[in-house]
């Protein structure tokens, strides 16, 4: 249960930020973090990654969910296995993550993204996250490592 609680954190954590954002942040304004290369804002996003399936809505809840009940499978299929920490650390990251972007797409249609970084090409600058797309990000990462340390 270790594994589910640490999903519960960082779905928790994500959401404690995003309701943050929403009381002290107007939309579309930017606040400088560290220096100019990280910005605070508040943008709304309907869709899925970088808009995908934002004309879609009840497609994308749908799919939201199925991956959420694939996530959480997962984790508690290997949860009982020894070892493989990358793997579980991976899947619970991944779900936290997740589950706090699913939250938000199911009761408000849409998600609250809130960080942005001025550095790199152009194109990577006008994209703007949210801790639960970070840990998506880094799950994904850790579970690709972990599979390829224990794999079969």
């Known amino acids: 249960m ?6 519960a954190a960082i779905c928790g954590e994500d959401l404690f930020f995003k309701s943050y954002v929403k009381a002290c942040v107007r939309e579309n ?8 290369k990280v910005i605070l804002t508040r943008v709304y996003n309907h869709g899925a990654m ?14 939201t969910m199925l991956g959420i009940g694939s996530l959480a499978g997962a984790l508690a299929a290997c949860e009982s296995e020894k070892g493989h920490v990358c793997r579980k650390l991976g899947l619970s990251l991944m779900l936290g993550g997740a589950a706090s972007n699913a939250w938000e797409r199911v009761k408000h249609g849409k998600v609250t993204d809130y960080i942005r970084f001025n ?5 990577f600058r006008r994209i703007v996250f949210n801790k639960g797309d970070f840990a ?5 990462l850790l579970l690709i490592v972990g599979e390829m340390i224990h794999g079969k």
């Open 136 to 140: 998506v990000f880094a799950g994904s």
């Open 50 to 63: 970088l808009g995908w399936m934002d004309d879609a809505p009840e497609m994308l809840r749908g799919i």
């Open 2 to 7: 270790v594994w589910f609680g640490l999903a």
């Open 29 to 36: 304004s930017e606040k400088k973090l560290i220096g100019d």
């Open 119 to 123: 550095a790199g090409p152009e194109k």
